[in-house]
């Protein structure tokens, strides 16, 4: 059955554990789509971890940028994108205007509803702190918010993830 679910939250709130406990539940075999790219020796050992800590059966597919593609050539009935909040700055870092992501985003979203399985969507909670003083960082915070709305319309279930814990927003109680 076609499902979408939005898990967002803060940076280490708990929402990718979240999410891979989601798309574990669902019985099926799993495909873990990742956006983060590794720039550093940090960001190798952050990416080792997930690796070794997801289930051995579930495939991986890395893509930094076009993520409705590559999600159209999910065949397993469950797909995890972890995160829509790299993709955007992924996107933009790469010179996307606002409307390319949006754009994006819609068929990224298209192709989840079209899609016969589950779809969680990771994404992160970037807009409660004070006002960014450079621009790149201001139009990040005001394209993600919109792309996070965009995405939580979409969704049947949506959880806000704070330490640890979900609020459902929208959706079942998990
Ligand atoms: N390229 C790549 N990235 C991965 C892989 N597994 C996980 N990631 C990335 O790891 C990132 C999530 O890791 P963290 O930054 O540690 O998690 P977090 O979202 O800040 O923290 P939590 O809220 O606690 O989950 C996501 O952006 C994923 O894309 C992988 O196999 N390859």
């Known amino acids: 059955m076609t499902r979408i679910v939005l898990v967002t939250?803060?940076?280490r709130s708990g929402k990718s554990t979240f999410a891979e406990r989601r798309?574990?539940?669902?019985?099926?075999?799993v495909t873990y789509l990742a956006t983060a790219q590794a720039f550093d020796d940090e960001m190798h050992e952050r990416i080792g971890r997930h690796i070794a800590d997801r289930p051995a059966g579930w495939r991986t597919l890395e893509e930094p940028l076009?993520?409705?593609?590559?999600?159209?050539?999910?065949?397993?009935?469950?797909?995890?994108?972890?995160c829509l909040s790299l993709w955007v700055s992924n996107?933009?870092?790469?010179g996307w205007t606002e409307q390319t992501v949006l754009?994006?985003?819609?068929?990224?979203?298209?192709?989840?509803?079209?899609?016969?399985?589950?779809?969680?969507?990771?994404?992160?909670?970037?807009?409660?702190?004070?006002?960014p003083d450079n621009a790149l960082a201001r139009l990040y915070r005001d394209v993600l918010g919109?792309?996070?709305q965009r995405a939580a319309?979409?969704?049947d279930d949506a959880y806000l993830i704070a330490s640890g814990l979900p609020l459902t927003l929208k959706g079942t109680s998990p």
């Open 146 to 148: 919109r792309v996070n």
């Open 153 to 155: 319309t979409a969704s």
């Open 103 to 131: 754009d994006a985003t819609c068929e990224l979203l298209d192709v989840a509803r079209t899609r016969a399985g589950l779809t969680v969507f990771v994404t992160n909670e970037v807009g409660s702190g004070i006002v």
């Open 91 to 94: 996107a933009l870092l790469a």
């Open 9 to 11: 939250g803060g940076a």
């Open 66 to 82: 076009h993520v409705a593609g590559a999600l159209r050539t999910v065949i397993t009935p469950t797909a995890l994108l972890d």
């Open 23 to 29: 798309a574990a539940q669902e019985g099926g075999a």
